[in-house]
């Protein structure tokens, strides 16, 4: 069993950055590609960011390529976006989610989920 826990989420004015973590326990170390997504009310989840096995491969969204960052360190069980330029439209929460298949945009290609982190950006 895999076990994901985001932190890292708040209230930031438009043009700001935070920063995304997500620890993994269980098996996960490189075991697991893993992806960030986030769904803001009355949306689908959409696929934000994902990053293979050993960190090598990055893929994002278009919406957010240049100005969003995944990152992992297996040695610690972590798995970080970094938020930069932040814009309204931003506005989710943000969840990570572990799978098989790297580089995938399908949340039900995932197979492990955080709770989420509430991330607001006020304009």
């Known amino acids: 069993q895999v076990q994901l826990v985001e932190s890292g989420g708040g209230l930031v004015q438009a043009g700001g950055s935070l920063r995304l973590s997500c620890a993994t326990s269980?098996?996960?170390?490189?075991?697991?590609?893993m992806g960030w997504f986030r769904q803001a009310p009355g949306k689908e989840r959409e696929f934000v960011a994902a990053i293979s096995r050993i960190g090598i491969s990055t893929y994002y969204s278009d919406s957010v390529k240049g100005r969003f960052t995944i990152s992992r360190d297996n040695a610690k069980n972590t798995v970080y976006l970094q938020l930069t330029s932040l814009k309204p439209e931003d506005t989710a929460v943000y969840y990570c989610?572990?799978?098989?298949?790297?580089?995938?945009?399908?949340?039900?290609?995932?197979?492990?989920w955080g709770q989420g982190t509430q991330v607001t950006v006020s304009s």
């Open positions: 989610a572990a799978g098989r298949n790297v580089g995938s945009a399908r949340p039900n290609e995932y197979d492990y």
């Open positions: 269980g098996r996960t170390g490189s075991t697991y590609a």
